[in-house]
């Protein structure tokens, strides 16, 4: 079989947009366009304090070290007017972004709308999928939420538009989204294992198995503590204007002052690496300890160990 015919169109449009973003970015540079669209990248997370913006991380190869990302002041969005080439470049680019995540959409709803041949039965979506469908999507929205937040930062700074604390409340969002980037930088790799995983038991068992019940409760742990570190990350960048983040993504409160957000913010980031690790070393532990025989779950649910424990 193949996915439906506007679900491959969306492959197309994405596959195109992502060309064409590039495309737009290397002739901005060549023609000297680039500064402006080059302060709105959602792949930067480090400031350049020298120059009118934000260092893009992505293009100089660089980043920051753990905890040096600090709150955006005005002066860090402060640019001259745009010029109308600018202007072209960065509509093109968002236009380019905007079907990207469109046409991603487009990929998950074909997954869980699509249809067995008709006669057959249609199987259910493997946990391992919605566990790749959910990091994905937890991705996109921080670097989409970076790409708009920024936009609208620098576009207030070079229009003098808003007040001051419209603008401060800009900062403060663009702030908690570039702590949000850390969080969520494991994401695509944790997709990648998980997809592995699951190709892992399928080469055992003929084609026809899935990976162990506790491989697939670990992948759902995984995914909701990835996702309480990105909820911790928007929580100490939106109330603690002295918090970071480490290499791990997850929130440094060293630097804070208040003692009870400062216990609170330390407990909470060991539990949600605590299940971020050790549901990972779980996942990884079942790719070399899966057989034959054990690459099966016939009732994949979330913690299956437990409920089959007490059914016991």
């Not at 959910?134 to 921080?142: D, R």
């Not at 990835?226 to 990350?233: R, T």
């Not at 299940?275 to 070399?288: D, Q, R, Y």
Request: one cysteine or more; proline letters at 4%; hydrophobic letters at 45%.
């Amino acid at each position: 079989g193949k996915p439906q015919d506007w679900a491959e169109n969306c492959f197309y449009a994405c596959t195109i947009a992502l060309v064409l973003n590039v495309g737009v970015i290397i002739q901005a540079q060549i023609f000297g366009l680039g500064t402006v669209p080059s302060l709105i990248d959602s792949g930067r997370t480090s400031l350049n304090t020298e120059t009118t913006g934000v260092e893009d991380s992505a293009g100089s190869g660089t980043l920051p070290a753990a905890g040096t990302a600090s709150e955006p002041s005005a002066m860090e969005f402060a640019t001259d007017e745009m010029s109308s080439g600018q202007k072209a470049v960065l509509a093109v680019r968002v236009v380019a972004l905007l079907v990207v995540y469109l046409a991603s959409f487009g990929v998950v709803a074909s997954i869980f709308t699509i249809q067995a041949p008709e006669g057959r039965p249609t199987p259910a979506v493997s946990p391992t999928l919605q566990c790749v469908v959910f990091l994905t999507a937890i991705y996109f929205a921080v670097y989409f939420g970076t790409f708009i937040s920024q936009v609208m930062a620098i576009g207030q700074a070079s229009g003098s538009e808003g007040s001051a604390a419209q603008q401060g409340g800009t900062h403060r969002i663009v702030y908690s989204f570039r702590m949000a980037e850390y969080t969520v930088r494991f994401c695509p790799v944790m997709a990648v294992l998980f997809v592995g995983t699951r190709m892992r038991a399928l080469h055992m068992s003929g084609g026809r198995g899935s990976p162990q019940c506790w491989a697939q409760d670990a992948m759902y742990i995984s995914g909701i503590a990835a996702f309480a570190q990105l909820l911790l990350a928007f929580l100490a960048g939106g109330f603690a204007s002295k918090a970071a983040v480490d290499e791990a993504g997850s929130p440094d409160a060293r630097k804070m002052s208040y003692i009870p957000g400062k216990v609170f913010l330390n407990l909470a980031r060991v539990l949600v690496l605590l299940a971020l690790f050790g549901s990972v070393a779980v996942v990884c532990a079942s790719v070399f300890a899966i057989r034959p025989e054990s690459a099966r779950c016939d009732n994949p649910r979330l913690f299956s160990i437990l409920r089959e424990s007490r059914g016991a």
